[in-house]
């Protein structure tokens, strides 16, 4: 399975951003997708988690109220709409994909299938 995510780019504090993920090479409806973060000097955080099905998600609390994932299993797709984005947001999103518990989704080191990465820089 290969994971090719876009829609990075600059905005001002207050701006939104879609992110884009297209699934290549498995069944999305296998895994549970989602979004992680690389900020500057901060550990990697999951910002962002839909189940297979797209019946849970799951938000980071600096996520939460902002970002809305979803996913379009037959458009072999997963967004990430970021609204309200702070300075904080700044950072490498990565989409990410996993076929194992839902109870894990919180924990970066539990995703062994990544995408290349996008850069978001939200200036103040």
């Known amino acids: 399975v290969q994971l090719q995510a876009s829609g990075g780019g600059s905005v001002q504090a207050g701006g939104s951003l879609r992110l884009s993920c297209v699934v290549s090479g498995g069944r999305p409806a296998n895994y549970n997708m989602g979004w992680l973060r690389q900020a500057p000097g901060k550990e990697r955080e999951v910002v962002a988690v839909?189940?297979?099905?797209?019946?849970?998600?799951f938000y980071a609390n600096s996520a939460k109220g902002r970002f809305i994932i979803s996913r379009e299993n037959m458009k072999n797709a997963v967004y990430l709409q970021m609204n309200s984005l702070e300075p904080e947001d700044t950072g490498v999103y990565y989409c990410?994909?996993?076929?194992?518990?839902?109870?894990?989704?919180?924990?970066?080191?539990?995703?062994?299938?990544w995408g290349q990465g996008t850069q978001v820089t939200v200036s103040s």
């Open positions: 990410v994909a996993d076929q194992g518990l839902w109870n894990r989704v919180t924990v970066p080191s539990e995703y062994d299938i």
């Open positions: 839909i189940r297979r099905s797209g019946s849970a998600t």
